[in-house]
């Protein structure tokens, strides 16, 4: 990640790993010398979990870091002795990883539903934030017209949840508790790469295809799903495609999931009746013939089918990809001889309850057996996991929303709004175009090019495209071929 495109060309990334410890629950207990204070369960650390990141350090030569953060009381940070005299943690609590990034001493409660709210300010005025909380959190904010945003990020913790369960917010409190850690590559005073690990309660987790299990050796993970930023074809950045390319060829995933894949800029309810805008961004630029978007979106299906070696593709239905149904549905074809035949022929297609879109591209050539296109009344999980929802539409008619999502889906990765965020078990993916198009110009933008990896073990990962690269260089975890599988 970075904020500004300076170079200052260090040798190699600074890797840090970054969690909270929650306060710890102490009890009285009477002995012969009289009282002592012991720790209880509450607060106390997942021990797999704290072997599994020391393990990833020593891996990787990265530092791990410990925000102490509060417990029941807002003033109460007593860590578990077993925590409280490590060199790892970070009484001041706060840190300047590089001029771009550090870690914030803000006090956010632990019980708090979102700990993004009311904190975006702050973010804004303070470059990217990393603030301790025991949930996950990854919220972008709008940084200029042009540059990427700012983010806010949760930790997520390594110890055990402490909360009063007699209170309604304890209770939910330690049903939305995470273990997990920020993994931040500092490539030099301004760049950064970052993503979030998950971990299970018996601390194995996974970071780029790599599974840390306590002081085992780290093993090999299965990708069962990469869910790519949304494609727009015809949009998309070649940056970001090779990127994407990249972790196809590095990681086989058994699944690929591809929202807004259609860009539609041929059809366009958008730009219709805009006479200079239609002359400028479509017709001068050669975007205006439906058969050639068509074309093109063959061609590149068919080359993701190639990259995949038979594997699964997911077409999600998606509102772009609908831009056509609004085109047929308008009759707009009366008005555009261009595409009026190609159109007809369409029209009768939907009208039989096909895909307009997918009886497009068979008119092109023969779809790939690998590729599905889903309908708007399917559901498509994965481990648990939600892939069917675009996330544009929310309940009961109403429009898409993070509340929405997690209210329909429970988990899911989502896509449509081109802002990464993860709230809870709800994720979503950036996108894969260009992040300034001509409709967003002078727009304070918060897209980034974001997809999200699905492991075999349930956990979810948002990996980042940051000027073609997703992950530091010279900081990448060791071959495949070393590992236990």
């Known amino acids: 990640m970075v904020n500004g495109k300076e170079d200052s060309n260090l040798s190699s990334p600074k890797i840090y790993v970054i969690t909270t410890a929650q306060a710890s629950e102490f009890r009285t207990v009477k002995n012969e010398g009289g009282e002592e204070m012991i720790p209880t369960e509450k607060g106390k650390p997942n021990y797999a979990f704290l072997e599994s990141l020391e393990k990833y350090c020593e891996t990787r030569n990265a530092e791990l870091i410990i925000l102490p953060t509060t417990g029941k009381n807002a003033t109460q940070i007593e860590l578990h002795p077993d925590l409280s005299w490590r060199k790892e943690v970070l009484w001041k609590r706060k840190k300047r990883l590089n001029s771009n990034i550090y870690i914030s001493d803000m006090f956010v409660p632990p019980q708090n539903v979102d700990p993004a709210s009311g904190r975006g300010r702050f973010v804004a005025r303070d470059q990217t934030l990393i603030m301790a909380h025991p949930k ?234 690998n590729v599905t296109f889903l309908r708007r009344d399917e559901d498509y999980k994965v481990l648990g996991w939600q892939l069917a929802s675009h996330g544009d539409r929310g309940m009961a008619g109403g429009r898409g929303s993070m509340t929405a999502r997690e209210f329909a889906n429970g988990k899911s990765i989502t896509g449509h709004s081109h802002v990464p965020e993860i709230l809870r078990d709800t994720f979503v993916v950036g996108t894969s175009t260009y992040l300034n198009l001509p409709y967003t110009k002078g727009s304070p933008s918060a897209w980034m090019n974001t997809d999200a990896m699905l492991w075999d073990i349930g956990t979810v990962q948002l990996v980042n495209v940051i000027y073609g690269d997703w992950r530091s260089k010279s900081g990448i975890i060791p071959q495949h071929k070393d590992y236990v599988v």
């Open 136 to 369: 996950q959190r990854f919220k972008a904010f709008p940084n200029s017209n042009f540059d990427l945003p700012k983010i806010l990020l949760g930790t997520g913790a390594v110890t055990l949840p402490n909360y009063n369960e007699m209170n309604h917010r304890g209770d939910a409190a330690k049903r939305d508790h995470v273990y997990g850690a920020i993994v931040v590559e500092v490539i030099d005073d301004k760049r950064f790469h970052f993503r979030n690990i998950r971990a299970l309660a018996n601390g194995k987790f996974v970071d780029l295809g790599v599974e840390f299990n306590r002081g085992r050796k780290p093993g090999k993970a299965h990708l069962e799903a990469l869910v790519l930023g949304d494609a727009h074809t015809g949009d998309t950045d070649p940056n970001v495609r090779k990127a994407n390319y990249e972790m196809i060829e590095e990681y086989h995933p058994r699944r690929l999931v591809l929202h807004d894949f259609f860009n539609g800029h041929s059809v366009n309810h958008h730009d219709w009746g805009k006479l200079v805008t239609m002359v400028q961004e479509v017709y001068m630029k050669g975007r205006a013939e439906l058969k050639i978007e068509l074309e093109q979106d063959y061609e590149e299906l068919c080359s993701l089918a190639k990259a995949m070696k038979g594997k699964e593709i997911i077409i999600v239905a998606s509102n772009h990809n609908e831009f056509l149904d609004k085109y047929l549905e308008a009759v707009r074809l009366k008005d555009d001889p261009l595409n009026a035949y190609l159109a007809a022929q369409l029209m009768a297609k939907m009208m039989e309850g096909k895909n307009p879109v997918e009886e497009g591209l068979k008119s092109v050539g023969k779809i790939p057996k």
